[in-house]
Each structure stands twice: as C-alpha cells, then as structure tokens.
C-alpha cells in the first residue's frame, strides 16, 4: 500500500490514471455491486456521499492506495523496458473502486494534491529494487500519468524532485504520461515547465496518441520522448485494413520526430507481429501481462534475467 507524505503535502492536481484502469489490472470494476452503484450516485443522500469521502481520506492518510505496474516491452526483443504506475483502491467494504470514480470524488474534497504527490512519490520508490532485480540489464523506466492542473499550478517540478529525492532513483528512470488534451491547452509556461522536465532527465510520453486531437505542429514544438498509440486504434489488427493503414502512418510519423512508439492494448500475437513488423518500438496490453504489485513485478524482472543468462 502507499504510505503517505512524511512530510508536508505535495501540491497540484493529478490525473492519474485513465478510465479502462480497471480494465488493465485485471479486475472487474466494482460498480456493478449496488452498494458502490448507491455510494457513488450523485444522488444519493449527503451522508453517503459524507462516508464515501471520509473513507478516502482515511485511505489517503493510512496509505490504503496502491500500485500496480504494467510492463512495457520491446516487441523487437521481449524485454521489459517500462511499466506503467496503475492506481487502485481497494475499499474494504465496497470491493475495487475505478480510479475514474474516486479520482473525480478526491478533486471535489481537495485531496487530489495530497494523492498526486503520493503516486509519484510512491512509483519512484517502489521502482528502485527493480535495479538489483536484473543486475547487468538496463532496468526499466517507470511511467506515471500526470494531469494537466498538475503542470498549471505550477507544483509539477516540486513533485517530481521530491519523488526523485526521496527514493534516489535516476531521473532517467522516469517517465511522465500527459494526455492528447493536456498537450492541446499548453501555453507557453507549460511548454517551458516540460522543457525544464525534461532538463532533468526525465522522459515526457504523449498518450493516447492519434485519436485525433494533436497537430503535427503541435507535436513537433513540444519535448516529446515518446508517444502512445491509444488502444482503440490497435483493437481490430491487423484485420481492419483503415487501422492499420493510420498505425502505419502514426508510427512512421512519431520515428520522423525522433519519438519511442508504444502501442496499448496488445491482445494477441497477431497484433504484436504486425506491430513489429512495421517498427512500432514497444507494446504494452494483456497479450503480455496484466498490472502486478510492485513485488510481483520485481520477481518477474528477476525471473527473466535468470532466463537471459541460461540462454
């Protein structure tokens, strides 16, 4: 579980984790049960909403959130070179809530700033021993996803130099997830708060990449590292001749700009060799692994280099 702050409070917005979160951890969402159904209703009554909340700050203060990581691998040699930091809170009552419910529900009670400095805080720390878990091999760099009013309020730099303090990992190690959207409202300071980002060290991912939102011009003027095809254009290859028509062109574009492409949502093997085949650089998806707890991540890494070295 996430332990909280030590000290002070992290400021700044987070938007941590997208909507089909619970969909790559591997787990139904909860909000079929109808307790969650009845919790979560907007109109349901002032002392259910009341519980709800207090049991998220309780969850915040007793670090009752977690992390789960999703490997990213590289689809020319199958070695795990990312994971991405996952979101989850198991709620001892109501069972797995979707990020994309409390997440909305911490931003009206001000505690999104406190989750966001957690989260950060928290993958950098918990991505240190995967250094020890596969000596001599390059370990992986960790993605966390950030929001826009993180970059805004002008507290994203102090978020990542804390993380970064704290845990001693390698600004090289980390990598930060901004959304399509979030790139469309960049002003000028938010363009010089990536370029210092990215003076640091640290990566910068455009996701969901290609769902139509992002000139090319926009791309090009900003310090991109990597982009991320968003899923649903990955879904139905290579079958869909259109898809696969805009994938090709997408990754020819983001290795034009000088940019690491990763596909999401990788399902089957079918997908992964036709995404190799045209050069898209990484894939991340369920054909690979669903998200794990940073232990069972380790134990992986761990597991790999031991095949690494009997091959």
Avoid at 80 to 100: D, N
Avoid at 124 to 136: F, I, R, S
Avoid at 278 to 287: A, N, V, Y
Wanted: hydrophobic share 45%; glycine share 10%; with cysteine.
């Amino acid at each position: 579980m996430l332990a909280a702050q030590e000290s002070g409070r992290v400021s700044g917005d987070a938007g941590l984790v997208a909507e089909e979160t619970l969909d790559e951890a591997g787990s139904q969402p909860q909000q079929n049960n109808p307790l969650v159904r009845r919790a979560l209703d907007p109109r349901a009554g002032v002392s259910t909403q009341r519980r709800l909340e207090r049991d998220l700050k309780t969850a915040v203060r007793e670090g009752g959130l977690a992390l789960y990581y999703q490997p990213r691998l590289a689809l020319a040699s199958g070695a795990i070179v990312a994971a991405e930091a996952l979101l989850r809170w198991p709620h001892p009552r109501l069972g797995l809530i979707s990020p994309a419910t409390f997440i909305p529900l911490a931003e009206r009670t001000n505690l999104i700033t406190e989750i966001g400095g957690i989260v950060l805080r928290g993958a950098c720390l918990e991505a240190v021993p995967w250094l020890a878990a596969a000596p001599g091999a390059t370990p992986p760099i960790v993605s966390v996803n950030v929001a826009a009013r993180q970059i805004t309020s002008g507290t994203l730099l102090g978020q990542i130099a804390a993380g970064l303090h704290a845990s001693g990992l390698s600004p090289e190690r980390l990598e930060l997830e901004l959304t399509e959207s979030t790139v469309l409202e960049a002003s000028l300071e938010t363009t010089l708060t990536l370029a210092a980002i990215r003076d640091l060290g640290v990566g910068i991912a455009l996701d969901d990449f290609g769902i139509g939102y992002a000139s090319l011009a926009t791309l090009k003027g900003l310090p991109l590292t990597a982009v991320k095809l968003d899923r649903s254009l990955i879904r139905a290859l290579p079958e869909d001749r259109e898809d696969a028509a805009i994938v090709q062109a997408l990754v020819a574009t983001g290795h034009a700009l000088g940019l690491t492409v990763v596909a999401e949502g990788i399902e089957t093997e079918v997908q992964r060799a036709f995404l190799a085949g045209i050069g898209c650089d990484e894939g991340q998806g369920f054909l690979f692994s669903h998200p794990q707890p940073a232990s069972a991540f380790a134990t992986r890494l761990m597991a790999m280099a031991g095949e690494a070295e009997c091959g």
